[in-house]
């Protein structure tokens, strides 16, 4: 049932006017793409919660691992009374690992552009880390330019977990680090998960599970679509289509049309022929020397990194 625009608060219409011009814009264009960031709404976020529990996806379980090993020197290197700052935080789920280590933390800020995920995930955080000052921001950490007055004196540890970084073009991942460096300010760190580069069909696999619950995600923007905008996009002519680009060492994924059909997306129509596909997201993966040389551009170093033993992932702290 769609929500009447009058009962929205004006966070919510500002959140569905960006969405609006964000889809028509990329549907309009060529080649046609709608960021990432869209498939995380209250929905998105939880199927990909679901995604991470799953068997072929490595790299949740492993960073995880990776995590519980490092903790207490990431919080060594943190120093006390420090701001924990995590950039599109989900259900906070990893960042539990680092609060337990991080006995005399100064407060924790949740950044997640889902608001309803976001309100639910530090509810259960105040429950259950009871004198912890956490404030949650809801909005876009690429676009963010300030943070809680609360934190201003309090050394800033950024946590960028998932390899989220990897969503992001070279380029963007590049910005994302100029902009969180300023953030953070000269005297902070960010604590940065990163996905390895490895076997294509391992690739293939995390983003093409059994069970079809990627698929479910990437097809959830579709129905968003369809509640928030008035499209009428019939998800049965639709398919996921994920693949590993080896030459730009990234998953690509994208929604296909499996019929030339047209479709009709707020005030207008497009048409899409069979085969056809709207991008979505990208996950690029990388291998040391590539982590060192983005963490150059973007104005830090590696101080200490972590990687598992079967090589899949990275943790690296950067200064």
């Known amino acids: 049932m769609n929500v009447?625009?009058?009962?929205?608060?004006?966070?919510?219409?500002?959140?569905?006017?960006?969405?609006r011009r964000a889809v028509l814009a990329g549907l309009g264009g060529v080649p046609r793409a709608i960021p990432a960031k869209y498939l995380y709404d209250a929905r998105g976020s939880a199927l990909f919660d679901e995604i991470c529990e799953l068997p072929e996806y490595y790299p949740t379980r492993t960073e995880t691992s990776i995590l519980r090993a490092c903790a207490g020197?990431?919080?060594?290197?943190?120093?006390?009374?420090?701001?924990?700052?995590?950039?599109?935080?989900?259900?906070?789920?990893?960042?539990?690992?680092?609060?337990?280590?991080?006995?005399?933390?100064?407060a924790y800020v949740p950044i997640d552009i889902s608001r309803e995920h976001l309100d639910a995930a530090a509810a259960r955080l105040r429950n259950d880390y009871e004198g912890l000052q956490i404030d949650?921001?809801?909005?876009?950490?690429?676009?963010?330019?300030?943070?809680?007055?609360?934190?201003?004196?309090?050394?800033?540890?950024g946590f960028?977990?998932?390899?989220?970084?990897g969503n992001l073009t070279p380029e963007e991942a590049?910005?994302?680090?100029?902009?969180?460096?300023r953030m953070l300010r000269a005297d902070g760190a960010l604590v940065l998960g990163v996905d390895l580069r490895k076997d294509p069909k391992r690739l293939h696999d995390a983003y093409n599970d059994s069970a079809g619950v990627t698929a479910?995600?990437?097809?959830?923007?579709?129905?968003?679509?369809?509640?928030?905008?008035?499209?009428?996009?019939?998800?049965?002519?639709?398919?996921?289509?994920a693949f590993y680009n080896e030459a730009e060492g990234r998953i690509e994924i994208y929604f296909r049309s499996l019929r030339d059909q047209i479709v009709r997306v707020a005030d207008r129509r497009f048409v899409f022929a069979e085969g056809e596909r709207v991008h979505t997201e990208y996950s690029y993966k990388y291998d040391e020397a590539g982590i060192a040389a983005l963490a150059q551009k973007g104005g830090f170093s590696i101080e200490r990194s972590w990687i598992d033993p079967a090589r899949l992932f990275a943790v690296v702290f950067l200064k």
């Open 4 to 19: 009447p625009l009058l009962a929205l608060d004006d966070g919510a219409r500002a959140d569905r006017a960006d969405f």
């Open 73 to 106: 020197e990431v919080a060594r290197l943190a120093g006390p009374g420090c701001a924990l700052i995590e950039f599109g935080s989900g259900s906070s789920v990893k960042t539990r690992i680092l609060l337990d280590a991080m006995h005399d933390l100064h």
């Open 216 to 241: 479910q995600f990437t097809l959830n923007l579709l129905r968003r679509m369809n509640r928030e905008l008035d499209a009428n996009f019939d998800l049965s002519t639709c398919a996921h289509d």
């Open 160 to 165: 960028f977990p998932g390899s989220t970084i």
């Open 174 to 181: 590049v910005l994302f680090l100029r902009r969180a460096r």
């Open 136 to 157: 949650p921001v809801t909005g876009d950490y690429m676009q963010l330019e300030c943070l809680p007055p609360a934190i201003d004196r309090a050394r800033r540890i």
